[in-house]
């Protein structure tokens, strides 16, 4: 693969994470920052990173197995590696600025 359809790939990830919503924010998990990264190999392998707003969400293994079975069904992934961490803990700070407008913080 070129290094530019590996990006492609990323970026169809990233927008598939993008229709993932947090049922109790009405913000994608993306924009929430609950992703802290994303890194497609050219075997077709998905590593994603991410976190939750609290170690004991109640929504955790569902929000959990969303995540891997979107990312499995973009085109050109063949699996998905996911890490799911809480270091460094999320905060108010990895919101993105769209998520920040939407939520009335900006």
Known sequence: MT????LN?????VAALK?????????????MGLIYNID???DGVANVTMTLTAPNCPVA??????VKST???VEGVKSV????TFDPPWDRSRLS???KLELGLL
């Open 9 to 13: 790939v990323e970026q169809n990830i």
């Open 71 to 73: 990312v499995a069904a």
């Open 81 to 84: 590696d996911f890490t799911l």
């Open 3 to 6: 290094p530019q359809e590996i």
């Open 61 to 66: 293994d569902t929000l959990v197995e969303n």
């Open 19 to 31: 229709t993932i919503f947090d049922p109790e924010i009405p913000v994608n998990i993306y924009d």
């Open 97 to 99: 600025d769209e998520a």
């Open 40 to 42: 497609y190999q050219p």
